[in-house]
Structure formats: C-alpha cells, structure tokens
C-alpha cells in the first residue's frame, strides 16, 4: 500500500527511503539529460519525466523498478509549488503521453534548456571549457509554436479491449493505447495516414489479426507454436507526404509460417483495404528482418524546402520538420561566408539539399554520402534545378573522403551533417588533406559531434561558433551546430 510523506526541502532522501515510501513530496533539482526532472538522493538520482527543476512536487514511484538501480522513476502526482516556466500542456493527453518531454515549459524555458545542453556537451566532449566557449546561439524559427507538427513518425500498436479495438501509443503510465490520429505533434499527412488506418479498422469488433486467429493458425501448421505478445501488429508512419506503413508481425519465425500469416484470410482481406485506401506515396510492407514483403512501393514525392523544390524517394533522409531544418540551412549558409570562387563539400548530403543551395554561391559543390538512393535523388534534384555546378559521389565517411582526397580534389568549405554517430579521428584526418579551412558541423547528436569537434581541435581546429537548432520543439532533441576553422590554415 502506497504512503505518503514529506522531505523537506534540501534533506534529500536514500534509493530505499523512496522505495519504501512510493509516494512523496520532492524538490526537483535540475534538468536531466532527457528533459525530465532529476532529484539527487544520497546514494542515487530519482528522475520525474513532466517536473520542472526548483518545483516541489508530489511523486509516485512507477511500478517494476529494478532492483539494485541507483536511479528510480517516478509519476507527477501533484506539482506543490510550480516553477515560473511552467505552461499549459500542448494537449489534453498529457498526462498519459510522453512523446514531447518538454510540453510543460515556456519556449524560452526549453532554449535556454537546449543552449546549456550544448555548453555542457562541449564542455565535457570537445574538452573546451565554458568560459572558452563562444556564446551559444539559437537557430529556431520564429515565432516558435509550441506543438508544431514536426513528427513524421509514429508506432501504433493493436490491442483487443473486451469487444473493441484499440489502435495507437502505448501509454507509459497506463496499459491503455494512445489514439494517435488527433496528436497535434505529428504532420498533417502523418496524421491523415493514422487516420486511414484507423477508419480501416473501423466497425470491426475483432482485430484482422490477433491471438485468437494465430490459435487457429496455429491448429493448421505443424510445429506452429503461439508465444505471448502475438496480438501485437505495430504500424510505423514515417512520412513527408512519402511514407511507409510497417505491419510488424510478431511471430514469423520462418517463410512457411509467414506465409501462413499473410495469406490467412483477416488480415490479407485488411491488407488489401489498406492498399487501396493509403494515399499514393505512401507503401505498406508487412513482416520485418528476412520475412517481408512490400505490398504496395510508395511514389516519390516533391517537397518545397527554400527555394527548392527536393524530390524525395522513402529510401531517402530528409528532415522530419521543414520550417526549422530551413532556418538550419539559412544559417549554414551565412556562417560559411562562402566566396564565389571557392569550392564547397557537403559531407552527408542526402538528397543534395545543402549542396544545391550552395551552388549559386560557389564554384562547385560536391556531395557525398553513402546511401545511394539518395545520391541518384541528389542527382535527379541537381538536374532538376538546372543546376550544373554540383554533383554527387558515393561513399562512406573514410573511403569517400580518402577517394577524393586521392583524386587530388581541394575544398576551402564543408558541412558535415552525420546521423547520430560521429565520423571519427580518421575520416575527419582527411579534411586537413582536401584543405578545408571553414567548416560547419550540424550535429543531431550532441553528444557524438561534440567527440568530433574534439578530434578536430586536436587536428588544429578552432570552433568559432556555436549554436543549438531547435529542429524539435517541445522534445529533448538539439541539434549541435558549430562553425569550426583550421587554425592553422592561411586564409
Ligand atoms: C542527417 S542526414 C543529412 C542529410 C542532408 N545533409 C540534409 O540536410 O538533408 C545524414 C546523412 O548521412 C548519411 N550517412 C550516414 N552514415 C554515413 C557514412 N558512414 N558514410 C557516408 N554517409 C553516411 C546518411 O545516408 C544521410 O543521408
């Protein structure tokens, strides 16, 4: 049974004073990593997910916490005495959902969140202390909108309530599902599509697929067995208007077994209402790893970006929210002081959209990067624009860069726009030998650009400038942004 109790402010309680209590009243000290709350305890830390640091607030320690952890999670029961920066949730679901960790602060309170994250990962990555640091500035668009729709990707789950069907988020403080077609965070086509599922679903009182049906399967097959977590189908949307609908199958564990789920007659009879009802660009695969099968190839589709007009496939990675990512690319833009006659490289360049911008504004642009989808999009979208001074190669970090490093290419300016991996000491050695001298670094985790700009300034280079994107309001997410010049370089 649950107690209740109270620790004053600054007498931080042990792991198993918190543990025996379940319920109490805490002092929330600062932000952790991810946007929750975090109060030290003696021995250990408790993180409150929704609690601003300076509020006391009344917590409830969530269920199944393991055993021995030095930190615990705990629920927002009450917030006692709330902070300045607090807000009104984006939604009504808030309490349930946790998509947007930072759906409770004010905007400035999530930049300035977002700026010290990056102060901090400089500091402890890059080994440039803050007071080395220049000032961190912040690329978002303005005005910033709480609750954007920027998220272009979403899981929903199935799951069979007494005679109704449930479809959407699972929640992590209920068992209940989420409905996601109403979720103000996602883009409009991500939330047409959800809601395409789900009116496929509609007036069905049993699911096209569950555990039932995989009993009956199973009777059919030999050597079929039915594990737990079957009634599960998870559908992932990711999307930009080009998108791909995932039915994940739990079970199949080899090609006769996934061709019985396939085949059995509720879910191919759903499968093919999906098909005819998603919009055309976007596909629908069912199964994953080696058993799947793409039911239906999403069309390409064009997307404005600036004074861009991108064409982009699924297999393509574009940024999930435009009107920041376009701040972004302004920005990169103004920090490379790019001269006419200089040549540019644009490390990562996915469909070439930095590349392209560029082009106008130097005497060549070349991109690269390893997925060669992207590069043939790249390329489409060069033709497209009618632009003849940029073009693409394909390659990983090293070999690519060492390749043109070995052709004898020179570039006075780059950009290197990585997933959420840094380079490495030996890819970025070869910036030195393509003589790069400006260079600016989009990094969507801190954390790894951070290492990078470290190996850097071991190579001689110097960050000049900084800055945190906010490419995804109202979450955790930042974006490292930092211009970097050779410091030896003579310019
Ligand atoms: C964040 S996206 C950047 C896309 C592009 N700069 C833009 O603004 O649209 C990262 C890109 O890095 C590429 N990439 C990831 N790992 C790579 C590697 N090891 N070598 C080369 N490219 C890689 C991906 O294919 C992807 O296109």
Known sequence: MNQSAETPAGDSPSLEEVRELQELEVRIDDFGFTGEGYVRLHDGWLSVPGALPGELVRVRLQPGQREGARRLYADVVEVVERSPERRDPLCERDAICRGCQLRHISVDGELRFKARGITEVVEKFAGLAEAEQPPVEILTPQPTARGDAFRYRTSLSYRRVGDRVELGLYSPASEGLVAMSSCPALTVQTQRVVGVIERSLQGQNALPWDGEMAREVAAQVEGFEVAPGVEQIRVAVPNHGVGLVEVRLTEARDEAQFEVFCTSQPLASWLGRLVEALPAQVGLAVGSGPYRRQLKEPHRVRIPIGRLQMEVGYDDWIHATLAPAEVLYEAVGQWLEPE?????????????????????????????????????????????????????????????????????????????????????RRALAYLNMLGVQRLVYLGPSPAAAARDLGALREMGWEIDRLAAANLHPATYHTMLVARVRRASSEE
């Open 340 to 424: 006419p006659e200089e040549r540019f490289l644009d490390v990562g360049c996915g469909i070439g959209t930095i590349a392209l911008l560029m082009a106008p504004r130097v005497g060549e642009a070349v991109g690269l990067d390893q997925n060669q989808a992207s590069i043939e999009s790249a390329e489409i979208n060069a033709v497209g624009h009618g632009i003849a001074n940029a073009r693409f190669v394909a390659g990983g970090w090293e070999t690519g860069l060492r390749r043109l490093a070995a052709s004898g290419e020179r570039f006075e300016l780059a950009t290197i726009n990585p997933m959420r991996e840094p380079l490495g």
